[in-house]
């Protein structure tokens, strides 16, 4: 026997009130000597008896009928053991079905998703009228296709036949959470929850066990046995986060094994733009993961797009990788300071064929010399294309058709400078600015909470000179260097600086060794404010010979210029801020992340978003509609197929066109499975090694007995009134004894 409100048997403590009002109201007897009575007491023992003998029944019947009452308000059930409790109990359950995209595996007997949806009906055909159901399909969210119970049958079933297999990875965790909160509202006394999965490990992290919050019967139904054999793209990478055109590009692809066999022969193939370019074949070992490389030249500019392919396998959604890249073309550089020729020298080395005279021979063989990075740098110097101008020129020069501005060490930003600066940023352009001891803190001070990423402190001069220490590797200015980093003999030194005090919304990219900021970013919109704590200015001074002759020499504040980590720096620095907001590499969404991108001179406007297929149909419109926000951000949730998204947003004047790709999470390639008792132990589960329901199948009777049993609390209540009346009938019996006795 169980009980459905079982604080109620509290109230069996009130079947003791009868019994403490009856000694309380006990009657003491008073013995009377009387001579003339003395035959009359062998008749009074004798009605004593029969008297207190009623009065006992009546106290035990009051006491029972107290706990009777107590009883049916608990709610008491029969399960299986006892003839009364053969009746079948009405059932609601909830159906979990795994929809994951690990379920389109093909196995030797048909798709597992497919099974599993035969399970799932079987198990609704076992209800009978009067019952209930509920069907979640799961991922890595709960997709509740039907919130509340229903006794619809008919349309839950129907619902199952038209389930797919999503693209999403598994977390078991949310599903059975939104089962338990369905089944908590069902008051029924057989609570059923039925998980049919193929129990994949990866949908089992990350959390611990769960509790049972409807006290329902939980079963755990697997739609496959064994190993499984999987192989799939686990990441594409790009050897430079910054990509020029007619530059060997590599592309490193990772690819993994997940069998307990080798993998003997298999073939990656690399499409752009739809077309194969290159094929590969390898080989694994079993559960290994291989990194194979594949270099093309991207001729034009702009963004392109394409994916990677392997040999088709049991599991093809993650046999493909998507990916686009901006390839980079002609970016217009405004170089404004008094001497930057040097820096439009470092920009663009073959703008020109004739060099400044004053350039000294060290500085002429850094400038056409090849960079000593590692072999990964390419940098795209035919495409920065530098102009030069001063302060003064700057105040009224038309900024139009240029993309990055060099601040080069202006001592002073005057009112029209900043009015320049502004409204460049503002047009989602870039800045970077060169600050050193000539540059006024307290002049540039004042936009240090508008567009400057930190405040000027006092001079810092460096004896011995310092070195950049640490930098953000990944970061695309410094991932083409060598591992090894500044930190060789020949890196660049620096004699003074500035101390700079970051803003809230900067990002240290690169400290000296002393831990002074060298490098700080800051993004506003679509524009990004680099400021390198380094002079470019020379200081002049002048000594004299033993013939009294002046000589002028040149000190340096740093070595830079002729220092072979100044020109791709200062390359990828350029780079870098022309296309920061822009989709450089591989998107890295997953399916169902949201996709955030910025375009502040179409805000308040529309973004109309679609699905590239190699297959698509001209005549159907797969388009989505997106409204950006008054601040010029767009956000589309929309990302549930995997491949290439392309953005359409109609300006007044132009038509913006971008990219961006989404892949499957690679985690559920995996599809080695969580040991199934184990998996019953964290959720309070039963499995199907049960011998009703072995080898997963299901059969009605081997469900339907355990449905059996059958709420008493009616028959406890007829059982109370039919006691109610004993009771009275005694009473008022012992009450006519006693008056006909007096």
């Keep these: 026997m169980a009980f459905l409100n079982p604080l109620f048997l509290l109230g069996l403590l009130a079947a003791g009130i ?38 006992l029944l009546i106290l035990l019947l009051r006491m029972a009928i107290v706990a009777l009452i107590a009883l049916a308000l608990a709610r008491p059930f029969l399960t299986l053991g006892l003839p009364v409790a053969s009746v079948r109990a009405k059932t609601d359950l909830v159906i979990v ?38 069907l979640i399909l799961m991922s890595d969210i709960p997709n509740p296709i039907f919130r509340q119970l229903t006794p619809d049958l008919e349309n839950v079933t129907a619902a199952i036949n038209d389930a797919e297999v999503s693209y999403r990875a598994t977390n078991v965790q949310p599903s059975l959470e939104l089962a338990h909160e369905i089944l908590a509202e069902s008051e029924q006394l057989n609570k059923e929850l039925y998980l049919i999965s193929d129990f994949a490990q990866n949908g089992w992290k990350n959390w611990d066990r769960l509790l049972n919050r409807s006290g329902a019967r939980v079963s755990l139904i697997p739609v496959t046995e064994g190993e499984a054999h999987n192989t799939n793209i686990e990441e594409i990478r790009p050897s430079n986060q910054l990509i020029g055109v007619n530059l060997p590009l590599q592309l490193n692809v990772t690819t993994a094994n997940h069998s307990v066999a080798p993998l003997a022969r298999n073939m990656l193939t690399l499409f752009i733009e739809g077309k194969k370019q290159k094929t590969v074949s390898f080989s694994a070992a079993a559960n290994e993961s291989l990194n194979t490389t594949l270099t093309h030249n991207f001729s034009t500019p702009g963004t392109h797009t394409g994916y990677f392919s392997l040999t088709e396998d049991r599991l093809n959604i993650d046999n493909q990788r998507y990916f686009a890249l901006d390839i980079i073309g002609e970016v217009r550089v405004l170089c404004v300071g008094e001497q930057t020729e040097y820096l439009a020298l470092a920009l663009n080395p073959n703008k020109n064929s004739r060099q400044p005279s004053a350039v000294s021979n060290q500085q002429r063989d850094f400038l056409n010399a090849p960079p000593t990075t590692d072999s990964r740098q390419l940098t795209a110097n035919t495409t920065i294309l530098p102009t030069q101008c001063t302060p003064a020129e700057f105040e009224t020069f038309p900024l139009e058709d240029y993309d990055v501005i060099i601040l080069a060490d202006i001592p002073k930003i005057t009112p029209l400078t900043v009015a320049q600066i502004q409204k460049f940023i503002r047009h989602g352009k870039s800045v970077i600015a060169f600050v050193s001891r000539h540059s006024n803190p307290d002049n540039y001070n004042q936009f240090s909470g508008t567009w400057l990423p930190a405040q000027l402190g006092r ?24 591992s090894e980093g500044f930190s060789m003999q020949y890196a660049p030194q620096f004699h003074s600086g500035v101390a700079l005090n970051p803003t809230s919304e900067s990002t ?27 002079g470019l200015l020379t200081q002049q001074s002048s000594t004299s010979n033993t013939n009294a002759t002046a000589l002028r020499t040149t000190t340096y504040t740093n070595n830079l210029f002729v220092n072979p980590y100044f020109l791709p720096m200062l390359q990828q620095s350029v780079l870098y801020t022309a296309t920061a907001n822009s989709n450089l590499l591989t998107w890295g969404g997953h399916i169902g992340d949201t996709y955030t991108a910025r375009y502040p001179q179409s805000a308040g406007g529309k973004a109309t978003i679609r699905l ?4 698509e149909d001209p005549d159907v419109d797969n388009s989505i509609v997106a409204p950006i926000t008054e601040d010029g951000t767009l956000r589309f949730q929309g990302t549930e197929r995997p491949g290439i998204y392309q953005i359409e947003i109609q300006t007044q004047d132009r038509r913006q066109r971008d990219f961006f790709a989404v892949n499957v999470d ?23 090694a049960d011998p009703e329901t ?16 059958k709420e008493i609390w009616g028959e406890l209540l ?9 009771e009275s009938f005694l009473s008022n019996r012992e009450k006519a004894l006693t008056v006909g006795e007096a």
């Design 508 to 534: 240290v990219i690169a400290h000296f060794d002393d831990d002074t900021p060298f490098l700080i970013e800051r993004s506003q919109g679509t524009s990004t404010v680099l400021l390198y704590n380094c």
């Design 612 to 615: 590239k297929t190699d297959n």
């Design 459 to 482: 001079t810092l001069t460096w004896t011995p000179p310092r070195q950049i220490r640490t930098y953000q590797e990944t970061h695309p200015i410094f991932d083409i260097f060598s």
């Design 718 to 726: 007829l059982l109370t009134v039919c006691l109610m009346l004993l």
């Design 18 to 55: 009868p019994l403490i009002i009856h000694l309380w109201n006990r009657r003491r007897v008073v013995t009377i000597d009387f001579s003339s009575l003395m035959f009359l007491m062998a008749a009074h023992r004798e009605n004593a008896r029969r008297f207190q003998l009623r009065q």
């Design 666 to 688: 690679a985690t559920e390639a995996d599809l080695t499975q969580i040991p199934l008792q184990q998996a019953a132990a964290r959720v309070g589960a039963r499995t199907t």
């Design 694 to 709: 072995e080898d997963a199948t299901v059969e009605a009777d081997a469900y339907n007995v355990k449905r059996h049993g």
């Design 97 to 134: 079905l795994d929809n994951s995209y690990s379920m389109a595996y093909q196995d030797v007997d048909g798709i597992r998703f497919e099974k599993a949806k035969t399970l799932a009906i079987d198990i609704l055909d076992t209800l009978r009228h009067g019952d209930s159901a509920a």
